[in-house]
């Protein structure tokens, strides 16, 4: 595929990746950034950088997270809102991993209505256990060999309870998205570059 970007519609559009933990969406995440020229916003990334700042939500997120439990969804909101700003959002942007349950679809767009932005597709990547496991065991072998700390979120029981609670909540995040018509199903057992290629057809 010719690394050209893709112009947009219509300005100001939203497209949400959602998966199971460990499953390759950031990696996915980055390519579609790449190709529209839109900012990610991920959840992890907000987490993350508010827990290294030392903040008290970032702390308390991370307390969930460990557990393999998802924030509560004030929490997550909270630090979606301030963690927002510092991106330019003229054009739209790519949201990962949010909604995680049914109640934060309506959440989720009245943020994005505060801030003139619009979901235009949500993809969700299909993916079995067994390929999250294999993928996040070589994630953690690459992060070792090239001198990296393990992520808090890379042990494997904390997977397993992650990747439980996905399947208990997302059934009615899809079905939300797919009354709306915009609902797209990636098969994730693909190798990455057909993923994504599949991705970008449904633009």
Not at 69 to 76: A, G, K, R, S, Y
């Amino acid at each position: 595929m010719k690394n050209e970007k893709l112009k947009i519609k219509n300005e100001r559009e939203v497209y949400v990746l959602l998966a199971p933990p460990a499953s390759g969406k950031d990696t996915q995440a980055a390519l579609l950034s790449e190709k529209l020229g839109l900012p990610v916003i991920a959840t992890g990334d907000v987490v993350r950088e508010l827990h290294a700042q030392g903040t008290q939500d970032g702390l308390r997120a991370v307390e969930y997270l460990t557990k393999g439990v998802w924030v509560p969804d004030t929490l997550i909101f909270k630090m979606l809102r301030g963690y927002i700003r510092k991106f330019n959002l003229s054009r739209g942007a790519i949201f990962v991993a949010v909604p995680r349950r049914g109640t934060q679809c309506p959440m989720l767009e009245e943020l994005l209505k505060e801030t003139g932005l619009k979901i235009r597709r949500v993809f969700h990547l299909d993916t079995h256990e067994a390929t999250i496991l294999e993928r996040l065991q070589k994630r953690v072998r690459e992060d070792i060999s090239g001198g990296k700390r393990k992520r808090q979120d890379d042990d494997i029981k904390v997977i397993k309870n992650r990747i439980r609670e996905h399947k208990e909540t997302v059934a009615p995040i899809l079905e939300y998205y797919r009354k709306k018509g915009i609902l797209e199903r990636i098969d994730n057992a693909k190798p990455i570059k057909e993923v994504f290629e599949e991705i970008v057809s449904k633009l």
